[in-house]
C-alpha cells in the first residue's frame, strides 16, 4: 500500500508570493490534517479535512487555507507567503479522523520564503 | 487546555544503555497520548499510543510507554539503545473531539554513541 504522498518536497518562493502543496493521503482515508514544523514553535496543528470539509482549524491566519476532493486528496494554499512561513509542512491520513487513530505522516513539503 | 512538555531537548546514551525520554502531560479530560519518531528527512512515524486499554504500552522497534495518571507522565523507555535509535522524538496528547488535533510536544533528539 503506497503511503502519504506529499509534492513538491523543496519549494523556494519569494515574500508576497502564494504557494499551493499536494497531499495524496493512503488508499481507503478519508481524513488529512495539515501541520506545520519549525525549529522555534515546533509541529502545530493547520487544519483537517473530512469528505471534502474542514472540521477543525488551528490558530493560524487566513493566509492559510486548504481544500480536500472527492478522491480525498487535499492541498493547503498560503497567500502573500512571509518569510516566517519558511517551514517543513506535513500531511496526515487516517481512517476517519478520530482522536485516538494512529495518524500517517508524508515525508514533507520543505518551503523556503526569501 | 491540554499541553505536553519533554523534558530534555537532547539525550545522549551509549549503545547497549537504556533510552529514558520523559514526557508531562497536562489535561482536564483521560487522554489519549502518543509516541511518534522522526528520522532526519522523514515525516513522523508512530511509535506507540495510549488509549486506556493497558497503562503499560508496547511499540515498535522494542519501545515501550507507562502511564502514570498520578504523574501525569507517559515516558518512552527502551531497553537497549541501539545506533539506528538515532532520532528525534516527540510525545503529543489528542484533543477528543478534534479530529486527528495533536498537540506535540517539543522533541527530544536521542543520539547513540558507538
Known amino acids: 500500500k503506497a503511503g502519504v504522498t506529499q509534492t513538491p518536497r523543496y519549494l523556494i518562493k519569494t515574500r508576497g508570493q502564494q504557494v499551493t502543496l499536494s497531499c495524496s493521503p493512503i488508499s481507503g482515508h478519508r481524513s488529512v490534517s495539515w501541520y506545520q514544523q519549525t525549529p522555534g514553535q515546533g509541529l502545530q496543528f493547520l487544519f483537517e479535512?473530512?469528505?471534502?470539509?474542514?472540521?477543525n482549524k488551528g490558530n493560524f491566519p487566513g493566509r492559510f487555507s486548504g481544500r480536500q476532493f472527492s478522491n480525498s486528496r487535499s492541498e493547503m494554499n498560503v497567500s502573500t507567503l512571509e518569510l516566517g512561513d519558511s517551514a517543513l509542512y506535513l500531511c496526515?491520513?487516517?481512517?476517519?479522523?478520530?482522536?485516538?487513530?494512529?495518524?500517517?505522516f508524508g515525508s514533507g513539503t520543505q518551503l523556503s520564503v526569501l | 487546555a491540554q499541553s505536553v512538555t519533554q523534558l530534555g531537548s537532547h539525550v545522549s546514551v551509549s549503545e547497549g544503555a537504556l533510552v529514558l525520554l520523559r514526557c508531562n502531560y497536562s489535561?482536564?479530560?483521560?487522554?489519549?497520548l502518543f509516541w511518534y519518531v522522526q528520522y532526519p528527512n522523514q515525516g513522523l512515524q508512530l511509535l506507540l499510543k495510549y488509549t486506556s486499554a493497558a497503562t503499560l504500552v508496547k511499540g515498535i522497534n522494542g519501545f515501550e510507554a507507562e502511564f502514570k495518571k498520578s504523574e501525569t507522565s507517559f515516558h518512552l523507555t527502551k531497553p537497549s539503545a541501539h545506533m539506528s535509535d538515532a532520532a528525534e522524538y516527540f510525545c503529543a496528547v489528542s484533543v477528543r473531539g478534534g479530529y486527528n488535533k495533536l498537540i506535540f510536544g517539543a522533541g527530544t533528539r536521542l543520539a547513540v554513541h558507538p
Open positions: 479535512y473530512f469528505s471534502e470539509t474542514q472540521r
Open positions: 496526515a491520513s487516517s481512517l476517519e479522523g478520530g482522536p485516538n487513530e494512529k495518524l500517517f
Open positions: 489535561s482536564s479530560v483521560p487522554p489519549y
